[in-house]
């Protein structure tokens, strides 16, 4: 009974918000912009993680947060440290290299915009 009623809930809930959320995110060149007005790496990050497509879409979108989000700590890392976030990128263009199709293009810009914005959590400026 439980969980027919959290199920319920939840239904309803995602059929509630998605509408929104899916209006706010149809516009891929408005989202782009959002994106590069983006006050700091953090709402770059949720701006792009609001409207994913799980296609080559999100490559460009990424890319722009990626950079978004390097500025603010890249030149601050000391060697060691730009050498780990570069293993953090090449890590994941390599899970996904072998790997056809759009999709996981898409999984390997959302892993290195998420890469960039744990590094900019951690070592940039707010």
Known sequence: M??????????LAAFWVL????????????????VAAAKNCGEAHKLYEACLWG?????????MVTE???K?????LK???QKSYS???DACAKKYR???GTMYRSMEAVCAADAAHDYWKKYGTK
């Not at 439980?2 to 239904?11: H, P, Q, Y």
């Not at 603010?72 to 601050?76: K, R, V």
């Open 87 to 89: 293993r953090k990128k």
């Open 19 to 34: 509408p929104a959320a899916a209006d706010d995110c149809s516009d891929l060149e408005a989202q782009e912009a959002k």
């Open 55 to 63: 296609s080559t879409a999100d490559i460009q979108r990424g890319s």
């Open 68 to 70: 978004t989000c390097e």
């Open 72 to 76: 603010a700590f890249l030149s601050s």
């Open 2 to 11: 439980r969980k027919t009623n959290l199920m319920s809930i939840c239904l």
């Open 79 to 81: 060697p060691a440290q």
């Open 98 to 100: 072998n790997q056809s």
